[in-house]
């Protein structure tokens, strides 16, 4: 199983960008999916979660109605749209994969991870 991020750059504050996840190595049908991010010298921290069909998504508190976490299975490939950003957002950003049904919220749950996408928010 290999994950792969993309689209992170530097943009200003109320822009947007859209991540992308690419997975190979497994069908991406049969694993929930899921997106953190870790700011420099702070733990990891949970984005956004969604289902093996994406029927159900899950978001923090605080990317609620600016963020969208989606995924098209066919393409074995799951995005992060996200707008108004925030100099606050500024982070890394890695996307996750398990082996289940139900999402988490917990990076312990998720056995394989990207390698990350940085983001970087100027005020």
């Known amino acids: 199983v290999q994950l792969v991020e993309s689209g992170g750059g530097l943009v200003q504050s109320g822009g947007s960008l859209r991540l992308s996840c690419e997975g190979s190595g497994f069908s991406s049908k049969y694993y929930a999916m899921g997106w953190f991010r870790q700011a420099s010298g702070t733990e990891r921290e949970f984005v956004a979660h969604?289902?093996?069909?994406?029927?159900?998504?899950y978001y923090a508190d605080f990317v609620k109605g600016r963020f969208t976490i989606s995924r098209v299975n066919a393409k074995n490939t799951m995005y992060l749209q996200m707008n108004s950003l925030k100099p606050e957002d500024t982070a890394v950003y890695y996307c996750?994969?398990?082996?289940?049904?139900?999402?988490?919220?917990?990076?312990?749950?998720?056995?394989?991870w990207g390698q990350g996408t940085q983001v970087t928010v100027s005020s």
């Open positions: 996750a994969a398990r082996n289940d049904l139900a999402a988490s919220a917990l990076p312990s749950d998720y056995a394989y």
């Open positions: 969604i289902t093996t069909n994406g029927g159900s998504t």
